[in-house]
């Protein structure tokens, strides 16, 4: 059986940030000012879903928006939290529940948050969560991988060196989940992790969306917000209205 927890402990370690230390930020800036003028936003109170360190809730608030960035991870919002301000705001969460007495005009999900749970059911858990958190008319945008493309392209096994590590990375899909075990060594200890993630398709998130009261407005293919094709697109990104 899967275990259930992968993300928490993984995600709140010092070597997933290391791993993956080389994320493009300038990219990432550039996503969501596109983001921002494709949705018309100007001063919204927006919820940045599973936000990490908060490099794209930076973004969002230098635009003018208000912003509450929430992840699963305590280390990753101890880091975010130096950034806080009167309209920058960060807390542990589980993306899978509402907060309490909040209400947002959009909820950012990006960077494939989503599909880590074993059961189907936390999966909706999610998009009911958001569902309930939206005001009314309000906007999803889930920015995903492009299955296809990843598993046409899939590189079964490599290494990565960062800051004198040599992590050890291996990928495979089993039909569900498209899984990378990680393994390496510091300062004496063997380390060994796993991320895994499911498969979803654009159809499985049209699914999905529609029985939690979304329609899907726009779909795009990649950060310039071009037209989403399966077989060649690098991203899946979804904008979705509450109904």
Same mark, same amino acid.
């Given at each position: ?69 929430? #992840? ?130 654009? #159809? ?29 697109? #690098? ?9």
């Amino acid at each position: 059986m899967q275990d259930e927890t992968w993300f928490s402990s993984w995600f709140d370690t010092k070597y997933y940030h290391i791993l993956y230390k080389n994320r493009d930020d300038s990219e990432a800036e550039m996503f969501i000012s596109n983001l921002y003028k494709q949705l018309h936003l100007s001063d919204e109170y927006v919820l940045d879903l599973a936000c990490g360190k908060g490099r794209h809730s930076f973004t969002l608030n230098k635009l003018g928006l208000h912003v509450l960035g929430v #992840d699963l991870s305590p280390q990753s919002i101890a880091c975010a939290e130096h950034n806080q301000s009167d309209s920058l705001k960060f807390q542990v969460h589980d993306m899978r529940q509402v907060i309490d007495n909040e209400s947002f005009d959009v909820v950012f999900n990006l960077f494939t948050s989503f599909g880590y749970f074993e059961n189907d059911e936390d999966n909706f858990n999610v998009l009911k969560a958001i569902y309930k958190m939206l005001n009314t008319n309000g906007i999803l945008v889930i920015d995903f991988m492009n299955t296809t493309r990843v598993l046409a392209n899939l590189v079964k096994e490599e290494i990565k060196r960062e800051d004198a590590i040599d992590f050890h990375l291996c990928r495979s899909f089993d039909g569900r989940f498209i899984k990378k075990n990680i393994s390496f060594s510091d300062e004496g200890k063997q380390f060994d992790f796993q991320e895994s993630v499911r498969g979803f398709t654009f #159809d499985d998130f049209h699914n999905m969306l529609t029985q939690t009261n979304f329609k899907i407005e726009s779909v795009f293919g990649d950060f310039q917000l071009n037209p989403f094709h399966a077989a060649t697109s #690098d991203r899946l990104i979804i904008i979705a209205r509450k109904l």
